[in-house]
């Protein structure tokens, strides 16, 4: 209203101004001097109550979403670096670890392998001793086997030359057990010496 007041007021004395205006044509009417500074002076006010507080608080949440974004740029580069180190850490353990399994296995293997060939060597020294303990015992009963049939043919054998039994007597015996003594210390010279003792009994 008082714009209109005022401009009211210059077209007023704008119809008694001629003077004015033809004496200074570059000058502007006072009125219209007053009229432009009291509406720079509103426009002034409502720029710097309404437009600029409303930039200053678009200009500052953007500076703090910029800086919002930044901190959580770098935050989140942060995290990501910590991340990384953490996976290369576990991945380090990760190979150690498998490092160690491996050493371990080996170790294994070859512990496992020596007492498989331990046991094996053992199972065959326990069996070629068996198979010896049976051979021995085998060849101690054919020897007895053997001395007993030959004492069995020497008796007669000596039975017919003599013409009489002598299967009951004591004399006999000990003949027989010397001859089969005699028979085993030469039993390892062959079957000549056998059948030389043989012959001398």
């Known amino acids: 209203m008082l714009a209109t007041t005022l401009l009211a007021a210059a077209e007023e004395g704008g119809e008694d101004g001629g003077f004015w205006a033809d004496a200074y044509p570059i000058i502007p009417h006072p009125a219209e001097l ?4 009291l509406a720079f002076a509103v426009l002034y006010w409502v720029v710097a109550k309404k437009v600029v507080p409303a930039f200053e608080k678009l200009y500052q949440e953007r500076s703090e979403a910029i800086e919002g974004g930044i901190a959580r740029a770098e935050q989140a580069q942060a995290e ?22 491996r050493a371990e296995a080996q170790s294994e293997r070859k512990a496992i392998v020596e007492a498989a060939r331990t046991e094996a060597a053992e199972a065959a020294a326990r069996e070629t001793e068996r198979g010896r303990a049976q051979l021995a015992a ?14 069995e043919l020497a008796v007669e054998l000596a039975s017919r030359i003599v013409g009489e039994s002598l299967a009951g007597s004591d004399a ?17 010279s062959g079957s000549a010496g056998g059948a030389t003792s043989l012959g001398k009994a």
């Not at 085998?138 to 004492?151: F, K, W």
């Not at 006999?172 to 039993?187: N, P, Y």
């Open 138 to 151: 085998e060849v101690t009963q054919a020897r007895s086997e053997l001395s007993r049939q030959v004492g």
């Open 80 to 101: 990501a670096q910590q991340a990384r180190e953490q996976y290369s850490s576990q991945l380090a353990e990760a190979r150690g670890e498998a490092a160690r399994i």
């Open 34 to 37: 007053i009229v432009g500074l």
């Open 172 to 188: 006999t015996t000990r003949t027989v057990d010397r001859f089969l003594a005699d028979l085993e210390e030469r039993a390892p």
